[in-house]
């Protein structure tokens, strides 16, 4: 059975760095494509990042680009979202969900993935 356990949220001031992590059971993270995504207040889920092995990562919302990076410990199957110069619009929560597969152009779309984790609050105060 595959689990994912997204952890790392919390309350940080705008300008601050959080760092998500997305721990994964039950499968190799050589399978899969890891896709990251935040849900805001009032907001629909939003898709920020996709990262496979076969064809790296790609951010999909500008606003997110030059600020988030992803990095991976394969041997511990666990990814991590690196959050930095946090703005009170990151304010959401957070979600690493996977497919068996590579990432590709409809990769931002929710409906891709077949197991999620349960979400991590992060809270940006201005």
């Known amino acids: 059975e595959v689990q994912l356990q997204a952890s790392g949220g919390g309350l940080v001031q705008a300008g601050g760095s959080l760092i998500l992590s997305c721990a994964a059971s039950?499968?190799?993270?050589?399978?899969?494509?890891i896709g990251w995504f935040r849900q805001g207040p009032g907001k629909k889920r939003e898709g920020i990042s996709c990262?496979?092995?076969?064809?790296?990562?790609?951010y999909y919302p500008d606003s997110v680009k030059g600020r988030f990076t992803i990095s991976s410990d394969n041997a511990k199957n666990t990814q991590y979202l690196q959050m930095n110069d946090l703005k009170p619009e990151d304010t959401a929560v957070y979600y690493c969900?996977?497919?068996?597969?590579?990432?590709?152009?409809?990769?931002?779309?929710?409906?891709?993935?077949?197991?999620w984790g349960q979400g991590t609050q992060v809270t940006v105060s201005s």
């Open positions: 969900a996977v497919y068996e597969g590579f990432c590709h152009i409809d990769s931002s779309y929710a409906f891709k993935y077949d197991y």
């Open positions: 039950g499968v190799s993270f050589d399978e899969l494509a």
């Open positions: 990262s496979s092995s076969s064809t790296g990562t790609t």
